[in-house]
């Protein structure tokens, strides 16, 4: 499975869920597949998909996608700590892990040594589960997001080449009216309620 088609199978498995995407490369492969208004492209906050994610099913109460990337993870772990420490978070954290970092897809990340399942695990998420299967990942998701009352985390580990052309469509997005149609769908959700 390559990045391509662990979006694919994200999108496939949503319909009306807010989905965080993470930055450069996976929104830029996100638009290209299917840009709709529950879609939120992350293009310049390196490590903050999670935090983000987690303000909004915080907001809307409702399941909420964040689709991360190991090196985005890895920059700012901290999301996990604090999705963990929330056991009705209503949160399903995708992490894409090519055992790469960044857009330049040149330097090798830590993930064989450093494993965020396990730190996902340790910090208190319900569920924490690794594939490489392309079939398994979209069952994964759908399965989760139909019964999502916790943060689950599903990494996702990709062995193969992106399809040519999945970097371009990104530059025309006019980012204030990108965040007004997200706040628009998602705006005025109820807040989820606090527990005691």
């Known amino acids: 499975m390559n990045r391509n088609a662990a979006i694919r199978a994200v999108i496939s498995a949503t319909t009306v869920e807010p989905v965080i995407f993470t ?33 909004v099913a915080m907001q809307i109460g409702r399941p909420t996608v964040v689709v ?3 090196g985005s993870l890895a920059r700012n772990p901290m999301g996990l700590i604090t999705a963990g420490s929330m056991p009705a978070l209503r949160l399903v954290h995708v992490v894409l892990d090519d055992g790469l970092f960044g857009a330049a897809q040149e330097t090798s990340s830590p993930s064989s040594r450093a494993d965020i399942a396990a730190l996902a695990g340790a910090a208190g998420y319900a569920t924490v589960v690794s594939t490489a299967r392309a079939d398994r990942f979209l069952a994964l998701l759908r399965g989760e997001l139909a019964t999502a009352t ?13 399809e040519s052309g ?3 469509g990104l530059r025309a997005l006019d ?21 005691a």
């Open 23 to 55: 930055t450069e490369a996976t929104c830029r492969v996100a638009r290209m597949i299917s840009d709709r208004r529950n879609h939120l492209y992350l293009t310049a906050g390196m490590g903050m998909a999670s935090s983000l994610g987690i303000g």
């Open 68 to 70: 991360d990337a190991y």
């Open 150 to 162: 916790r943060p689950v985390l599903i990494r996702c580990l990709l062995s193969e080449p992106d």
């Open 166 to 168: 999945s970097a371009a």
């Open 175 to 195: 980012l204030p009216e990108h965040a007004r149609r997200f706040r628009a769908t998602f705006g005025d959700a109820p807040p989820m309620p606090r527990s």
